[in-house]
C-alpha cells in the first residue's frame, strides 16, 4: 500500500505514463505533486502545449483516491469545456492503473457510482454529506450555496477577456465569489494563461509562470513555427505569458505579387458582403499551387447588391469555381440570389474574426502571391489590420477563402 501511495505522491507523472501520457516531464511531475499536496491558494501560469490542462486532470483523478471524502468544485469557461474535463477524469478513473491502484491501496474494486455531464463520485466515498466527488461549473452557472473542500479554476480567463471589459469584470466578480464556496481549510487552486492586463489573473494569488523558454517542452523550430502562425500579440498571450501592445501590426512583409493571370484560373471565391453601414464588401479569389496561394481581391465601400454585376464579370474573367459565402447575417439571401449564375457554398460563422485571420491569413503571409490589379484599398486594409481595427472586410475575406481552401501551414494547434 505505501509503496503505491509513495507513486502518488512522488511520482505521480509515471502514473500519467502508465495511462498512456508519455510526454509527462519532470516538471509536470512537480506540478502535479504540488497540486496534491499544497495548502494554500496558489496560481500556475503556463504556456500552451505545456500539459497544465493533462496534470490537472491526473491530480483530480487521484484526488478522489487519496481524499475520497473532500469535493472538488472545477471550474471552466463554459458548460462544454467542462463537460470535456469531467469525461477526461471518468476515463482515467476507468482505467485499469487507476482500477489497480485503489485494489493495492483499498482492496476494493473501484467503481464509479455517480456519473454525469458535470459530476463524478466513486464507491471509496464514505461520507454522506451529499455532495459529489468532483463538480464542474461553467462561468454561466450559479455557485450560490456550494461549497469545496478544493476549488479550481482552468482558463477561465481567454481571449473573450482580452476583447471584452464586461467579460473582464463578470470573470473577476465569479472569482473573487469562490472565496465563499471553499471551506475552511480549503484552497483554491488557479491554471490558465494571462489575455489582458486587467484580466482575473491580475488579481489571483501566489503566480507561478512557466514560459515556452523555460519548460523546454517545445524546441526551437516548432516555436518558430508557432511565432510565424499568429499574431505577435497572440503568441506573447499563448507562450510568453506577457501582454504587448494592441496595436501592433498583424502583417509586418511587404506583400508579394504576380502577373501570371492564368495561374489563379479555376480557383475558388468569397464574398465578404456589406449591407449598408461603414463595412465594405470584399471579394477574394484563391487558387492554391503546391507552397503558394495565387490571390486577388477587391473592395468596394458599397452594399453587395450593387457589386454582384462586377463580382460576377470577375468571376468569369478568372474561371472561378465555387463562391463561399457567410450566411449568418443574410439568412442565406446572397447565396440563392447568385446560385443561377455560378456554385455556391454557404457556411454559417463562428470563429473569432481576430483568431481566424490570425490563424490563416497570417500563417499563410510569405506564401501568398497577389495577382496583379488587387485593389491597394484591399491589401492596405489587410496591413493596416490590428485586433481593434475599426475596418477588417478585405482580412476576413481572404482569411475565410484560405480556411474553405485547408491552408493553414505553420498553425499549430493549442
Given at each position: 500500500?505505501?509503496?503505491?501511495?509513495?507513486?502518488?505522491?512522488?511520482?505521480?507523472?509515471?502514473?500519467?505514463?502508465?495511462?498512456?501520457?508519455?510526454?509527462?516531464?519532470?516538471?509536470?511531475?512537480?506540478?502535479?505533486?504540488?497540486?496534491?499536496?499544497?495548502?494554500?491558494?496558489?496560481?500556475?501560469?503556463?504556456?500552451?502545449?505545456?500539459?497544465?490542462?493533462?496534470?490537472?486532470?491526473?491530480?483530480?483523478?487521484?484526488?478522489?483516491?487519496?481524499?475520497?471524502?473532500?469535493?472538488?468544485?472545477?471550474?471552466?469557461?463554459?458548460?462544454e469545456d467542462v463537460k470535456r474535463s469531467v469525461r477526461e477524469v471518468e476515463k482515467m478513473l476507468r482505467s485499469d492503473t487507476f482500477r489497480y491502484l485503489v485494489q493495492q491501496i483499498y482492496g476494493v474494486e473501484l467503481k464509479i457510482t455517480e456519473s454525469t455531464m458535470y459530476s463524478l463520485t466513486t464507491n471509496l466515498k464514505t461520507s454522506a454529506d451529499g455532495n459529489s466527488q468532483l463538480q464542474g461549473i461553467g462561468t454561466g452557472s450559479s455557485l450560490t450555496g456550494k461549497h469545496a473542500d478544493w476549488v479550481i479554476t482552468d482558463d477561465i480567463v481567454n481571449l473573450k477577456d482580452r476583447i471584452s471589459p464586461a467579460e473582464r469584470k463578470?470573470?473577476?466578480?465569479?472569482?473573487?465569489?469562490?472565496?465563499?464556496?471553499?471551506?475552511?481549510?480549503?484552497?483554491?487552486?488557479?491554471?490558465?494563461?494571462?489575455?489582458?492586463?486587467?484580466?482575473?489573473?491580475?488579481?489571483?494569488?501566489?503566480?507561478?509562470?512557466?514560459?515556452?523558454?523555460?519548460?523546454?517542452?517545445?524546441?526551437?523550430?516548432?516555436?518558430?513555427?508557432?511565432?510565424?502562425?499568429?499574431?505577435?500579440?497572440?503568441?506573447?498571450?499563448?507562450?510568453?505569458?506577457?501582454?504587448?501592445?494592441?496595436?501592433?501590426?498583424?502583417?509586418?512583409?511587404?506583400?508579394?505579387?504576380?502577373?501570371?493571370?492564368?495561374?489563379?484560373?479555376?480557383?475558388?471565391?468569397?464574398?465578404?458582403?456589406?449591407?449598408?453601414?461603414?463595412?465594405?464588401?470584399?471579394?477574394?479569389?484563391?487558387?492554391?499551387?503546391?507552397?503558394?496561394?495565387?490571390?486577388?481581391?477587391?473592395?468596394?465601400?458599397?452594399?453587395?447588391?450593387?457589386?454582384?454585376?462586377?463580382?460576377?464579370?470577375?468571376?468569369?474573367?478568372?474561371?472561378?469555381?465555387?463562391?463561399?459565402?457567410?450566411?449568418?447575417?443574410?439568412?442565406?439571401?446572397?447565396?440563392?440570389?447568385?446560385?443561377?449564375?455560378?456554385?455556391?457554398?454557404?457556411?454559417?460563422?463562428?470563429?473569432?474574426?481576430?483568431?481566424?485571420?490570425?490563424?490563416?491569413?497570417?500563417?499563410?503571409?510569405?506564401?501568398?502571391?497577389?495577382?496583379?490589379?488587387?485593389?491597394?484599398?484591399?491589401?492596405?486594409?489587410?496591413?493596416?489590420?490590428?485586433?481593434?481595427?475599426?475596418?477588417?472586410?478585405?482580412?476576413?475575406?481572404?482569411?475565410?477563402?484560405?480556411?474553405?481552401?485547408?491552408?493553414?501551414?505553420?498553425?499549430?494547434?493549442?
Amino acid at each position: 500500500m505505501k509503496q503505491y501511495l509513495d507513486i502518488i505522491t512522488n511520482e505521480p507523472a509515471q502514473i500519467g505514463h502508465w495511462i498512456g501520457f508519455d510526454k509527462l516531464t519532470g516538471l509536470n511531475n512537480k506540478w502535479i505533486s504540488q497540486m496534491l499536496l499544497s495548502s494554500q491558494d496558489y496560481t500556475l501560469l503556463a504556456h500552451r502545449g505545456s500539459y497544465k490542462s493533462t496534470c490537472l486532470s491526473i491530480a483530480m483523478a487521484l484526488w478522489q483516491i487519496i481524499k475520497p471524502n473532500n469535493n472538488i468544485i472545477f471550474l471552466r469557461k463554459t458548460d462544454e469545456d467542462v463537460k470535456r474535463s469531467v469525461r477526461e477524469v471518468e476515463k482515467m478513473l476507468r482505467s485499469d492503473t487507476f482500477r489497480y491502484l485503489v485494489q493495492q491501496i483499498y482492496g476494493v474494486e473501484l467503481k464509479i457510482t455517480e456519473s454525469t455531464m458535470y459530476s463524478l463520485t466513486t464507491n471509496l466515498k464514505t461520507s454522506a454529506d451529499g455532495n459529489s466527488q468532483l463538480q464542474g461549473i461553467g462561468t454561466g452557472s450559479s455557485l450560490t450555496g456550494k461549497h469545496a473542500d478544493w476549488v479550481i479554476t482552468d482558463d477561465i480567463v481567454n481571449l473573450k477577456d482580452r476583447i471584452s471589459p464586461a467579460e473582464r469584470k463578470r470573470i473577476k466578480m465569479i472569482y473573487a465569489e469562490l472565496q465563499n464556496i471553499k471551506n475552511r481549510g480549503g484552497r483554491i487552486l488557479n491554471t490558465g494563461t494571462p489575455w489582458h492586463k486587467d484580466d482575473a489573473i491580475s488579481i489571483m494569488p501566489n503566480v507561478q509562470r512557466f514560459n515556452c523558454y523555460e519548460t523546454n517542452l517545445i524546441n526551437d523550430s516548432d516555436l518558430d513555427a508557432l511565432r510565424q502562425s499568429m499574431s505577435p500579440s497572440l503568441f506573447a498571450a499563448n507562450y510568453e505569458l506577457k501582454h504587448i501592445a494592441d496595436s501592433d501590426a498583424l502583417f509586418k512583409t511587404a506583400a508579394q505579387f504576380t502577373d501570371n493571370t492564368f495561374e489563379i484560373f479555376g480557383g475558388i471565391a468569397h464574398i465578404d458582403a456589406s449591407y449598408g453601414g461603414k463595412d465594405g464588401t470584399a471579394f477574394t479569389i484563391l487558387k492554391t499551387q503546391h507552397d503558394k496561394n495565387i490571390m486577388f481581391g477587391k473592395l468596394w465601400k458599397k452594399h453587395v447588391d450593387d457589386c454582384l454585376e462586377e463580382i460576377e464579370m470577375l468571376c468569369e474573367h478568372f474561371r472561378v469555381g465555387t463562391i463561399h459565402i457567410e450566411n449568418n447575417a443574410d439568412k442565406g439571401y446572397l447565396k440563392e440570389k447568385i446560385r443561377s449564375q455560378r456554385p455556391t457554398k454557404g457556411y454559417h460563422e463562428s470563429t473569432n474574426k481576430y483568431i481566424k485571420i490570425s490563424t490563416y491569413l497570417r500563417s499563410q503571409w510569405n506564401n501568398i502571391w497577389w495577382l496583379a490589379g488587387t485593389d491597394m484599398e484591399y491589401l492596405g486594409e489587410i496591413m493596416d489590420y490590428t485586433e481593434s481595427a475599426e475596418h477588417d472586410d478585405a482580412p476576413d475575406s481572404a482569411a475565410s477563402i484560405l480556411r474553405a481552401a485547408g491552408r493553414r501551414q505553420g498553425f499549430v494547434t493549442v
